[in-house]
């Protein structure tokens, strides 16, 4: 029934470790705790980021060499999109917040919605992550976000590959799992709709 719970978020598989890189035999790979990473990518939702208003969403997911996907993050982006000093350097914002994220988490891309607010923000971002070495994707969404959703996180969730990070799993995004109706055009679901992004983009 439709009325029935399809993101069940008991089927996700917990998991505690942060990605860490290490360095062997002039080689650079990122693991989590025993788990090779073969590929990361993050996917930004961008609002605007006030109060009572859409989240502006970012989820990180990472993937193994089997092909598991690891929700690594799911957390607001908060503020004014970027704020400058009077040379014009980025200061803050939440392009600033992306930065934290990119270098504390060793993000190889970021993916930017350009659907509303997000249609100017690539190269405000693009600015913001000078020298990290990660590079900005722009994406225009026109599929119906319901079925998009539906589409990216079921089969994962229900073929038990998605994992979910401790904070992950005490944040928003659970309860909107749990909320989620797919004949709903308006409803939060804003995480889930960045996770979608991110599951479906070719990760780095």
């Known amino acids: 029934p439709i009325t029935d719970t ?14 860490q890189l290490r360095k062997a035999n002039n080689t650079v790979t990122l693991w989590l ?11 930004w939702d961008c609002a605007l980021g006030k109060v009572k208003s859409d989240a502006s969403a970012l989820s ?7 092909g598991q996907l690891y929700w690594q993050l799911a957390e607001p982006m908060i503020g004014d999109l ?14 600033k917040q992306i930065y934290e994220r990119v270098v504390q988490y060793n993000i190889p891309c970021v993916v930017v919605e350009t659907n509303g607010a997000g249609g100017f923000v690539p190269p405000i971002l693009r600015k913001a992550l000078q020298g990290t070495g990660c590079a900005v994707r722009e994406q225009h969404v026109t599929s119906n976000k319901q079925k998009r959703i539906l589409d990216a996180l079921e089969p994962p969730l229900l073929s038990g590959f998605l994992w979910a990070h401790e904070t992950v799993l ?3 995004a659970i309860e909107q799992m749990r909320t989620f109706n797919p004949e709903l055009t308006h409803q939060k679901d804003d995480y889930l709709d960045s996770l979608a992004g991110a599951i479906l983009q070719t990760p780095v």
Request: no cysteine; aromatic share 6%.
């Open 6 to 19: 399809r993101l069940e978020p008991a089927k996700l598989k917990s998991y505690t470790h942060i990605p």
């Open 33 to 43: 705790g025993d788990t090779q990473i073969m590929g990361a990518i993050a996917y």
């Open 60 to 66: 990180l997911v990472l993937t193994d060499a089997q």
């Open 82 to 95: 970027a704020e400058f000093d009077n040379e014009g350097n980025i200061i803050g914002g939440q392009v």
């Open 170 to 172: 005490n944040s928003p």
